[in-house]
């Protein structure tokens, strides 16, 4: 049983790195794509290409879906609309206002918000040192977000950098949660099947967040018409291809190796937006980044304590 453990996690640690790698290519393709479309147009199209992935996929598992108690119908909708829709959007709308970089950097708040909602949610206990963990990490996030302004008043900051910290943190926010509600349906569904009906359910939400913005138009006769090599690669590897082959490595390795793999997506994506699209960081960053991934790191080395109860079947 050892050998077989180190065999699988010498990989699964690679896999999970190269995963994580492939989503550096994500602000290269986003960004300039921001100059011509709407970011729900860009989100829109992404998942209309998905659909060609999803539509197979929930067809196979319909029986799932048929069995599913409405309590998993209610985090799936969460998960599709909250995670894969609006998180998306901010996400894409937090690129075309401020540093990509700066955005991606941000996003390793995640893992603290999707710990802190499963206590809420799920009624797991919190690890120990979870709350000066928190607290390092929020010093780390403002560090990450305003660099060597940051010793400025508040009121003083540029407008832009605190409303791109604003969304980004809020699409960080949003995909937590989606991580938790994941977690409570990968009871009953697959990972590959949940991410199909995750992104087949966004598609409603988002045409309608389209047509309410008037971009609904703008999807179809500027961006999918002019731009789609590069929303079909935008949907295909940093989004796909990326997610697949990262939970893919993700089951064959602990928690704990895969967090330290992980550190390849803010590296690789400093140094790809860095010559890609002269988006630097100061040093000041670099320092929040640290502090923000070493808590990270922490915590995922501090023994968890064990859920405060077993988790319900999500399927009848």
Not at 82 to 91: E, M, N, P
Not at 242 to 251: C, E, H, P, R, V
Request: charged fraction near 10%; aromatic fraction near 10%; include cysteine.
């Amino acid at each position: 049983m050892a050998e077989r453990n180190s065999r699988v996690t010498s990989w699964g640690v690679l896999v999970v790195a190269l995963g994580a790698s492939l989503w550096a290519v994500d602000a290269p393709i986003r960004k300039p794509l921001t100059d011509v479309l709407p970011a729900t147009s860009i989100v829109l199209s992404e998942h209309l290409f998905l659909a060609l992935y999803s539509l197979p996929m929930v067809i196979a598992a319909r029986r799932v879906f048929l069995q599913l108690r409405p309590s998993g119908w209610l985090a799936l909708f969460v998960i599709a609309w909250g995670g894969s829709g609006l998180a998306t959007v901010l996400f894409t709308e937090a690129f075309k206002i401020g540093n990509p970089t700066t955005v991606i950097l941000l996003q390793k708040l995640q893992p603290l918000i999707a710990v802190l909602l499963a206590g809420l949610i799920l009624k797991e206990r919190l690890p120990r040192l979870y709350w000066p963990c928190f607290a390092v990490a929020l010093v780390g996030g403002y560090l990450v977000s305003f660099g060597r302004q940051s010793l400025e008043p508040f009121w003083r900051l540029p407008q832009d950098r605190v409303l791109t910290a604003v969304l980004a943190v809020s699409a960080a926010a949003l995909w937590g949660g989606s991580t938790v509600f994941g977690r409570y349906l990968l009871h009953g569904i697959s990972f590959p099947t949940l991410a199909a009906a995750r992104f087949l359910l966004a598609l409603p939400f988002l045409a309608g967040l389209a047509a309410a913005q008037g971009a609904l138009g703008t999807t179809f006769q500027v961006g999918l018409a002019q731009e789609p090599v590069r929303l079909f690669i935008l949907a295909l590897v940093p989004g796909l291809l990326a997610m697949l082959i990262y939970y893919l490595g993700l089951s064959r390795t602990r928690a704990s190796y895969a967090t330290l793999a992980e550190l390849s997506f803010p590296a690789m994506a400093v140094i790809v937006n860095w010559f890609a699209l002269d988006a630097r960081v100061d040093a000041v960053q670099v320092l929040g980044f640290v502090l923000l991934w070493s808590t990270i790191t922490a915590l995922t080395w501090i023994p968890s304590p064990r859920p405060a109860a077993e988790a319900q079947p999500v399927t009848t």
